[in-house]
T-cell receptor, first 112, second 112 residues
Framework: DGGITQSPKYLFRKEGQNVTLSCEQN?????MYWYRQDPGQGLRLIYYSQIVNDFQKGDIAEGYSVSREKKESFPLTVTSAQKNPTAFYLC???????????FGQGTRLTVV | GDSVTQMEGPVTLSEEAFLTINCTYTATGYPSLFWYVQYPGEGLQLLLK?????DKGSNKGFEATYRKETTSFHLEKGSVQVSDSAVYFCALPTDSWGKLQFGAGTQVVVTP
């Protein structure tokens, strides 16, 4: 089944802990993105990557880190420096020379 | 910078009613325009798109026309069903790297 897989679906974290959200795609798309969604708001871009071993900060990168060691994988780490990490996190991928992005099912992170 | 404004929700309708969700945008040039849909607890799905002025995107009974003169991309459906209850996002790419700018989303609630 082709698509974007995010795991886990729900994640609970204690304050002060780092946590890593997984995003895997088998679409062979070059570009990958992480967005954050808060209630009643649109999506905001955290990080994006166009090719392996390269990534750029989005609008709200502070407190987050990413890696792109493989084309199909783009994990997001939410660090203890992120002041308000409770949110719904969405990973997306886009093929080269196209305009539309496709999204995973999301991970809901709750800090307890 | 590029921006997207869409009507606030929630929009509450009875089954078989006509749905319109307004979306206007500010952008440099003539970007592609998208409507995404988010069902409860899920990620975003691409609903339809238009790539140039006067294009009409359509899918699952939904339609939207790219209006350059009014910088609008309003979403319409002639007869909604309970299963259309979701949050709808208007979006456009802000650069060649595919970063998306989203509206705040419009929640639609369809009652039997």
């Amino acid at each position: 089944d082709g698509g974007i897989t995010q795991s886990p679906k729900y994640l609970f974290r204690k304050e002060g802990q780092n946590v890593t959200l997984s995003c895997e795609q088998n679409l062979n798309h070059d570009a990958m993105y992480w967005y954050r969604q808060d209630p009643g708001q649109g999506l905001r871009l955290i990080y994006y990557s166009q090719i392996v071993n390269d990534f750029q900060k989005g609008d709200i990168a502070e407190g987050y880190s990413v890696s792109r060691e493989k084309k199909e994988s783009f994990p997001l780490t939410v660090t203890s420096a992120q002041k308000n990490p409770t949110a719904f996190y969405l990973c997306a991928a886009k093929a080269d020379r196209t305009t539309e992005a496709f999204f995973g099912q999301g991970t809901r992170l709750t800090v307890v | 910078g590029d921006s997207v404004t869409q009507m606030e929700g929630p929009v509450t309708l009875s089954e078989e009613a006509f749905l319109t969700i307004n979306c206007t945008y500010t952008a440099t040039g003539y970007p592609s325009l998208f409507w995404y849909v988010q069902y409860p607890g899920e990620g975003l799905q691409l609903l339809l798109k238009a790539t140039k002025a006067d294009d009409k995107g359509s899918n699952k009974g939904f339609e939207a026309t790219y209006r350059k003169e009014t910088t609008s991309f309003h979403l319409e459906k002639g007869s909604v069903q309970v299963s259309d209850s979701a949050v709808y996002f208007c979006a456009l790419p802000t650069d060649s790297w595919g970063k998306l700018q989203f509206g705040a989303g419009t929640q639609v609630v369809v009652t039997p």
